[in-house]
T-cell receptor, first 112, second 110 residues
């Protein structure tokens, strides 16, 4: 069966520090991968999605970037965090086409 | 651009009640619609997935319907329990993109 792993679960980082969040999927190949952010009390915002290795689509211009170095690995990064980057970050995957989505357990990021 | 709206934003009911959560979307050209549950501080758990060619899906006490032509979906929860308390999100799928509503926060009182 397919599983999705996301880490770390929680992270507290100072303003201006770098960020790297990792997401991996097991049990499938060539998944579509997604990064979402959920700010406190707000809905889910799609940040990036990827349909293949090295293929990244950005939905919102911001202080973050994403990379997909391997088929089942999706990384969210920042060179210098801002206070506004605080939030709950969720990774998700889907098979290409009209199948449903499965989410990871999320990373709670607090920038201080 | 697809816009997804969920009504009500919050709902509080006594245990045992049947309830309906609503989801509407502006573009009927969707691949599927999915209902999720999110507990505080947790990720999203998929409840039901309705393909664009389907009208409804059922799982236990949950029933979700889809009317593409009117851009609406409902999630029916029968005999609600305190353990059903959570935020319920609906999402519609376009081409490689997933659009979420802002959710309905449900509180089931014992």
């Amino acid at each position: 069966s397919q599983t999705i792993h996301q880490w770390p679960a929680t992270l507290v980082q100072p303003v201006g520090s770098p960020l790297s969040l990792e997401c991996t999927v097991e049990g499938t190949s060539n998944p579509n991968l997604y990064w979402y952010r959920q700010a406190a009390g707000r809905g889910l915002q799609l940040l990036f999605y990827s349909v293949g290795i090295g293929q990244i689509s950005s939905e919102v211009p911001q202080n973050l970037s994403a990379s997909r170095p391997q088929d089942r690995q999706f990384i969210l990064s920042s060179k210098k965090l801002l206070l506004s980057d605080s939030g709950f970050y969720l990774c998700a995957w889907s098979a290409s086409g009209d199948y449903g989505y499965t989410f990871g357990s999320g990373t709670r990021l607090t920038v201080v | 651009k697809q816009e997804v709206t969920q009504i009500p934003a919050a709902l509080s009911v006594p245990e045992g009640e049947n309830l309906v959560l609503n989801c509407s979307f502006t573009d009927s050209a969707i691949y599927n619609l999915q209902w999720f549950r999110q507990d505080p501080g947790k990720g999203l758990t998929s409840l039901l997935l309705i393909q664009s060619s389907q009208r409804e899906q059922t799982s236990g006490r949950l029933n979700a319907s889809l009317d593409k032509s009117s851009g609406r979906s409902t999630l029916y929860i029968a005999a609600s329990q305190p353990g059903d308390s959570a935020t319920y999100l609906c999402a519609v799928t376009g081409f490689n993109k997933f659009y979420f509503g802002s959710g309905t926060k449900l509180n089931v009182k014992p």
